[in-house]
């Protein structure tokens, strides 16, 4: 982007437009990434604007069952892994340290296995949440619902505001994850081993990413009251957006949009 005089341009331009990429993203406490299936843009509060390319996934993976949700999971989360992306070193290796602490659970005796699993969880939320990330995570929805409902410019201006609320939220991944897992834990067929915890969670995360895709596709009112817990969850997980914290989120998804449209 040249500059936040452009920025309207690029979004009246995108309202016109008879289809637009689905589009995804993240808040952080210092602004806000929106993705495409192809880009990739972080809009901070601050003013900065970096930009990036998403990874192309392998094809023959993308139409493998419980892989290919994974693949996509993975890409969904390169903007915060990659060396080039938004999260600093030190972030990076504070993000796989939580994603291999449930492999350490394995040592710890059964009956305290519960409340530290709880406690890992609680300082992680707590620490992924801080900030002003709340009310971005709204601006991030709202933004992205302007531009399903092709009120981008309206949206910018402040003449319209769509929900803080999205369907296609990770938290509503999240809450679907849960349950899952927990039936994983049941149902494991193999005697438990050191890798048990990382393939347990590799397997519900594959079967939720499966879940979520039929939910997705599906118009039926049955599989969309799988996400109302989700939808309830971001009560929390969310806050009202100022118009100057949705023109943060709007900035980024106008990055994204322009490369889109060239």
Known sequence: MDGSHTIPAVLTRADAEPKLPRLGGMARPDGVVIVSERFWA???LDGTVRTGDMPTPNRFLQHIPLLRGLVRLGASLSPLFRRSGVARPRE???LLLAVLAPLGLVLVP???RTPIGILLTLGLLGWMLRGRTLNLHGAEHRAIGASEARKLAATWAGEVRPSRFAPR???????????????AERLWPFAPALYTPL????VALSLTM???????????????GL????????????REPRL???RVALTALASVLERELI
Do not use: H, K
């Open 169 to 183: 939220c990770g938290t509503n991944f999240a809450a679907l994850a849960a349950p899952v897992t927990i039936f």
């Open 210 to 224: 499966e879940l979520w895709l039929a939910i997705q596709d599906s118009s039926r009112s049955l599989a969309r």
């Open 199 to 202: 393939a347990v969670t590799l």
């Open 42 to 44: 972080f809009a901070g």
């Open 244 to 246: 100057d914290e949705t």
């Open 92 to 94: 990076r290796y504070l």
């Open 110 to 112: 059964e009956s305290a």
């Open 227 to 238: 996400l109302l817990p989700g939808m309830g969850l971001q009560r929390l997980t969310t």
